[in-house]
């Protein structure tokens, strides 16, 4: 079966391809930089990098927008509590954003884009849309006119047409019970942050600035929006009636939202005061790649509860891989190869694939890894794996790691380099041949306290960093 994902707008699930050539034109909600994003933030953007990988797998090429939020209610509040102006408030989250992300290996989108240097582009939108007669204006704010566009709902079905026309939001964030006519631009304030324009001095609301610039870098149809599901309404809600009443053509053809982080049972977020952030995890020792492994190893529809005990499994998890593949590396197998596993590894592999194609089933994809790692490590044991056998199981790993990206260790600031560990590892040799144990031992101790295993085979000592 072919590619297919999960679709929101049509509640079903439908084979993908992308509508122009071999290029996915995606854009993607990023982050509002108020403050450092939490793990749970990242489980979206880790979604949506396992899609990316999966897509350029499947032999796509990718054209993924995102944008980065630098003007809104939380961020014209903290910049002026610190009595900074919005760029050198903004510009560090952004900046932590960025390292944050490239921590956990997610691939940057091909354009990262700022709100703020898209004003322009803004006003001209909110005044197409006053052409169309979808606005109205009040107090110097300008608002979308949700009775004027008749499929409001179609994304988050819902049926909003007994609601009281001319009810109005100013708030960026709000939930269905209170669904009204949602603010465009909003009037000068004093004390905050505004741009002068045709359409009087103000500040763009959260909605119009995904609608413009997905449409200014992806044109009027994209391939797939995607987000969290908490931004299935109102934000995609709303980005779907501005874009469609100024083209009049299907905003995205594909919306793909993933579920939330949880933790004790309820929503990670700023506001709940329950998140981590990764830097908060880091600093309690833990690596990147196992905080990659457990977001991306639920399957993005399914809620993901977080607890220390997960990410520790997911940490054993990698160490099962990485030593599987050390031994692949530095066992000695006998000549030929096993046929049977050779099948054995082609069907993990296509296991593998169909997996991730079923709507990025990543669980299944693991367990079909994982089942080939058991039994090929049984036929290690047995002398039935042959030298033979090593280019299709390096493969599979190659497969598996390119999607999930945790084989390679991130470097910490004081680790030894590969040389220096060698160079180690050759003189606890030379001691131990000198019947020195005591520098052996205390040589062993020194790659431990650096994070270098150290296992004694007949080959010689192999080592591998935690
Ligand atoms: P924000 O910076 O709040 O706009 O959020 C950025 C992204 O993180 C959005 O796609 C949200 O849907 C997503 N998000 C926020 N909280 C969570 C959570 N607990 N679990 C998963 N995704 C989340
Ligand atoms: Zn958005």
């Given at each position: 079966?072919a590619?297919r994902f999960?679709?929101?707008?049509?509640?079903?699930?439908?084979?993908?391809?992308?509508?122009?050539d071999?290029?996915?034109?995606?854009?993607?909600?990023?982050?509002?930089?108020?403050?450092?994003?939490?793990?749970g933030?990242?489980?979206?953007?880790?979604?949506?990098?396992?899609?990316?990988?999966?897509?350029?797998a499947?032999?796509?090429?990718?054209d993924?927008?995102?944008?980065i939020?630098?003007?809104?209610d939380?961020?014209?509040?903290n910049a002026s509590?610190?009595h900074?102006s919005l760029t050198e408030y903004t510009e560090?989250y952004?900046?932590g954003f960025?390292?944050?992300t490239?921590a956990?290996?997610?691939?940057?989108?091909?354009r990262?884009?700022?709100?703020?240097e898209?004003?322009?582009?803004?006003?001209?939108?909110?005044?197409d849309?006053?052409?169309g007669?979808?606005?109205y204006?009040s107090e110097?704010s300008i608002?979308y006119r949700?009775?004027?566009f008749?499929?409001?709902?179609?994304?988050?079905h819902?049926d909003?047409?007994?609601i009281r026309a001319?009810a109005r939001v100013?708030?960026d964030e709000y939930d269905k019970?209170?669904?009204?006519d949602?603010?465009l631009?909003?009037?000068r304030?004093d004390g905050?942050?505004?741009w002068?324009?045709?359409?009087g001095p103000?500040?763009?609301?959260w909605h119009?600035e995904?609608s413009?610039?997905?449409m200014?870098?992806?044109g009027e149809t994209?391939?797939i929006?995607?987000?969290g599901v908490?931004?299935v309404?109102p934000?995609?809600e709303?980005?779907?009636?501005?874009?469609?009443?100024?083209?009049s053509?299907?905003?995205?053809?594909f919306?793909?939202?993933?579920?939330?982080?949880?933790?004790d049972a309820?929503?990670?977020s700023?506001?709940?005061?329950n998140f981590?952030?990764l830097r908060?995890l880091?600093e309690?020792?833990?690596a990147?790649?196992p905080?990659?492994y457990?977001l991306a190893?639920?399957?993005?529809r399914?809620?993901?509860?977080?607890?220390?005990?997960?990410?520790?499994?997911?940490a054993?998890?990698?160490d099962?891989?990485?030593?599987f593949k050390?031994r692949?590396?530095?066992?000695?197998?006998?000549?030929?190869?096993?046929?049977a596993?050779?099948?054995?590894?082609e069907?993990?592999a296509?296991q593998?694939?169909d997996?991730?194609?079923?709507?990025?089933?990543t669980?299944?994809?693991l367990?079909?890894l994982?089942e080939y790692v058991?039994?090929?490590?049984?036929?290690?044991?047995?002398?039935?794996f042959?030298?033979?056998?090593i280019?299709?199981?390096?493969?599979?790993?190659?497969q598996?790691d390119?999607?999930?990206?945790v084989?390679?260790?991130s470097?910490?600031?004081?680790?030894?380099s590969d040389?220096q560990?060698?160079?180690?590892?050759?003189?606890?040799?030379q001691?131990?041949k000198?019947?020195d144990?005591a520098?052996?031992?205390?040589?062993?101790?020194q790659?431990?306290?650096?994070g270098?295993?150290l296992?004694?085979?007949k080959?010689?000592a192999?080592w591998?960093?935690?």
């Open positions: 079966m590619l999960y679709n929101t707008l049509t509640q079903r699930v439908e084979p993908f391809t992308p509508l122009h071999n290029v996915v034109r995606m854009y993607t909600c990023g982050p509002t930089v108020y403050n450092y994003v939490h793990i933030n990242l489980r979206s953007f880790t979604a949506q990098d396992i899609l990316r990988r999966w897509l350029q499947r032999g796509y090429q990718m993924h927008v995102m944008n939020t630098d003007v809104e939380k961020i014209i509040r509590a610190e900074k560090k952004t900046q960025l390292e944050d490239a956990l290996r997610l691939q940057r989108p091909e990262l884009v700022k709100a703020t898209h004003i322009t582009e803004m006003v001209q939108a909110i005044q849309l006053e052409r007669g979808y606005t204006e110097g608002y949700i009775s004027k008749p499929e409001y709902g179609k994304l988050s819902n909003f047409s007994g001319g100013d708030v019970a209170n669904a009204r949602f603010v631009w909003k009037a304030k905050e942050p505004f002068d324009s045709a359409i103000g500040r763009p609301g119009i995904c413009v610039m997905a200014k870098y992806l994209l391939d929006h995607a987000g908490d931004l309404f934000h995609h709303n980005e779907i009636a501005q874009s469609e009443a100024i083209t053509k299907p905003f995205a053809r919306w793909l939202h993933s579920e939330f982080l949880n933790i309820q929503k990670m700023k506001s709940a005061g981590y952030t908060d880091r309690m020792g833990y990147p790649e905080i990659r457990l190893s639920v399957p993005y399914k809620k993901l509860n977080f607890t220390f005990d997960g990410l520790k499994a997911a054993t998890a990698i099962r891989l990485r030593n050390l692949i590396e530095t066992d000695r197998f006998a000549e030929g190869a096993n046929e596993l050779i099948e054995r590894t069907s993990a296509k593998f694939g997996s991730l194609d079923d709507d990025l089933n669980a299944e994809a367990a079909a994982f058991r039994d090929a490590n049984t036929a290690m044991d047995s002398g039935e042959r030298a033979g056998n280019p299709a199981a390096l493969e599979l790993l190659d598996f390119r999607i999930f990206d084989l390679r260790p470097a910490t600031d004081d680790a030894m040389a560990v060698e160079g180690l590892v050759a003189e606890r040799a001691a131990k000198n019947r144990f520098r052996g031992d205390q040589i062993r101790k790659l431990l306290d650096a270098i295993i296992e004694d085979t080959e010689g192999r591998k960093r935690k």
